[in-house]
């Protein structure tokens, strides 16, 4: 199995997120799609990939119809995504995938979670570089030979293919996104749900000690109110 079906396959069993937090993810990551192209999903690509995943999580579709709506509105605030990175304790790189609209207090609030665990708010590609960003789709695996996906869409940029639970996933880098989700579209291939990932291009292995006082940091990012998403370095496939 490849890298990033591995990661993504560890990293799941250890979610720092809950139904109500991919919920609230999902609505800012809509508001800010339909603020820069526009509440027409056959016009917004990345607006339509929104609702599939919108509708994998069993978000209620008028959950999902009210933030088409609220984005619309000039009232609502504008959401800015911001990157950090920095270290945990024993060396743990973190990176951090924020939606604000409050620059100063996310900064403030990232700032003092790692300063409270012995880790530090790093600068800008401070940490980035140890990590490979990559998208990922998940098809409906019905009338679909995996081994023939591999073949057709390797030319798109299609690096991994792998069947789980009777779904295929298939990976590539992350600016071959488009391409990818154009042509599983003309192809009339059902996509359930698609995303992005940053994986981790070597692991760091700590003991369960250290490893405890790095998800101890993990969780208090992952409570904050402005931050999306999560990755680090730390290998958790066998804790």
């Not at 490849?2 to 560890?10: L, M, N, Q, S, V």
């Not at 990293?11 to 990551?29: A, C, D, G, H, Y």
């Not at 609220?70 to 920095?86: D, I, P």
């Not at 695996?141 to 073949?151: Q, Y």
């Amino acid at each position: 199995m490849g890298r990033a079906f591995e990661f993504r396959k560890a990293r799941k069993l250890k979610r720092w997120s809950n139904i109500s937090k991919t919920f609230t993810r999902l609505s800012k990551e809509i508001i800010i799609s339909v603020k820069e192209n526009g509440s027409d999903p056959s016009n917004n690509s990345k607006l339509r990939a929104l609702i599939q995943n919108a509708k994998a999580a069993n978000m209620p579709k008028d959950n999902i119809e009210r933030a088409i709506k609220k984005a619309t509105e000039n009232k609502t605030e504008n959401y800015k995504e911001v990157l950090f990175e920095g270290y945990g304790p024993h060396g743990a790189a973190i990176l951090i995938e924020t939606a604000t609209n409050n620059n100063n207090r996310t900064v403030a609030n990232i700032r003092s979670y790692f300063n409270k665990s012995n880790g530090n708010l790093g600068k800008a590609g401070s940490v980035e570089f140890m990590f490979d960003h990559i998208c990922n789709f998940r098809l409906k695996s019905e009338k679909i030979i995996p081994e023939e996906i591999e073949l057709e869409f390797i030319d798109y940029g299609v690096e991994e293919v792998e069947v789980e639970n009777n779904e295929i996933l298939i990976y590539a880098p992350f600016n071959d996104f488009g391409s990818i989700q154009k042509a599983l579209e003309s192809k009339k291939i059902e996509i359930i749900s698609s995303s992005f990932e940053r994986i981790p291009k070597n692991r760091l292995y700590l003991n369960s000690e250290k490893l405890s006082e790095v998800l101890k940091l993990i969780e208090k990012i992952e409570s904050d109110e402005d931050v999306q998403n999560i990755y680090s370095n730390v290998d958790l496939k066998n804790n």
